[in-house]
Structures are given as C-alpha cells and as structure tokens.
Nanobody, 119 residues
C-alpha cells in the first residue's frame, strides 16, 4: 500500500512537501515515482527516484523547483516543491516500480493528495 499526504492550498511562490508512506512491500527494492493529474488533463510524470536513491529524474516542467528523495529506513518517499506555480495545481500520486523491471509501468499506486496553488 502507498499513502500520499502533504497536499494543501498555497500561494504562488510557496512550498509544500509531499510524503508517500509504503507498507506491505520491500520498499528498498522499488523505484518511486510521483505523478500528477490536473482537471481535464491526463496524468503526467513528475519525478522518479531509483531504489537506491542514487539517480533521480524530473519532468522538464518541475526541474529545478521540485526535489524527490526517499528514506529506505522509514519506507517513505518525498517530493519537496518550491517555488510553486498555479500550473502545478493537480492531484499528486505516488507509485512504486520494481527495480530493474523494464518498461514504464508501475506496480503499485497510492491515492492522490490535492495540491492547489493560488495566484
């Protein structure tokens, strides 16, 4: 199971830190990803961190503003977001992908947390 939290309402230029708690899986063997879906739009990739934490990847839209991290001792992944822009408004979800597995599919998905950025 994956449980995301930390969303909320924030003004443009502000910051939020999302957290994703994992249970029922060997967390350290999964890459973790964050995705978002805005109203009327398709879900899009935001960021990914490999199982070891050594490699991270970001969508161009968030590069330089968002930071993904993980704590394998706490079975948690994080997404630090700042500065936020109104176009970052979306439901953010975390997902887990078994390490070394080919292809873009993720094995597990958590429920989303709403992030709303006011202008």
């Amino acid at each position: 199971q994956l449980q995301a939290c930390g969303g909320g309402l924030v003004q443009a230029g502000g910051s939020l830190r999302l957290s994703c708690a994992a249970s029922g899986l060997t967390f350290g063997t999964y890459d973790m990803g964050w995705f978002r879906q805005a109203p009327g739009k398709e879900r899009e990739f935001v960021a990914r961190i490999t199982w070891s934490g050594r490699s991270v990847y970001y969508a161009d839209a968030v590069k330089g503003r968002f930071t993904i991290s993980r704590d394998n001792t706490e079975n948690r992944a994080y997404l630090q977001m700042n500065p936020l822009k109104p176009e970052d408004t979306a439901v953010y979800s975390c997902a887990a992908k078994l390490r070394f597995m080919p292809g873009p599919q993720y094995n597990y998905w958590g429920q989303g947390t709403q992030v709303t950025v006011s202008s």
